[in-house]
Nanobody, 117 residues
Framework: QVQLVESGGGLVQAGGSLRISCVAS????????MGWYRQVPGKQRELVAS???????NYSDSVKGRFTISRDNAKKTVTLQMNSLKPEDTAVYYC???????????WGQGTQVTVSS
């Protein structure tokens, strides 16, 4: 059974920092592209950052230079370090695993990040 469990969300003031993490089980973690997406009510879920199985990272323009994605294959964990947070970063953040070989995709349950102005 595949599980992606996010943690670390919360409330922070604008300009502050927050780190969210996702621990995976039931997948061959090192063979998965791991990503963070976010969604606000009434809008489509959007990619924030991703990291391939080879370690290549990709960021949306809105978070470049402020957010950093990292992964620890031994701990089956992907982390998103968020700095210089803005109120528009407020959303539910979801962890996603995408298997490189099979194409299977899995989602976590989401963690709320709220940035106050």
């Amino acid at each position: 059974q595949v599980q992606l469990v996010e943690s670390g969300g919360g409330l922070v003031q604008a300009g502050g920092s927050l780190r969210i993490s996702c621990v995976a089980s039931g997948i061959i973690f090192r063979l998965n592209t791991m990503g963070w997406y976010r969604q606000v009510p009434g809008k489509q879920r959007e990619l924030v950052a991703s990291m391939s199985s080879s370690g290549t990272s990709n960021y949306s323009d809105s978070v470049k230079g402020r957010f950093t994605i990292s992964r620890d294959n031994a701990k089956k964990t992907v982390t998103l370090q968020m700095n210089s947070l803005k109120p528009e970063d407020t959303a539910v953040y979801y962890c996603k695993a995408g298997a490189t070989l099979s194409g299977a995709q899995y989602w976590g349950q989401g963690t709320q990040v709220t940035v106050s102005s």
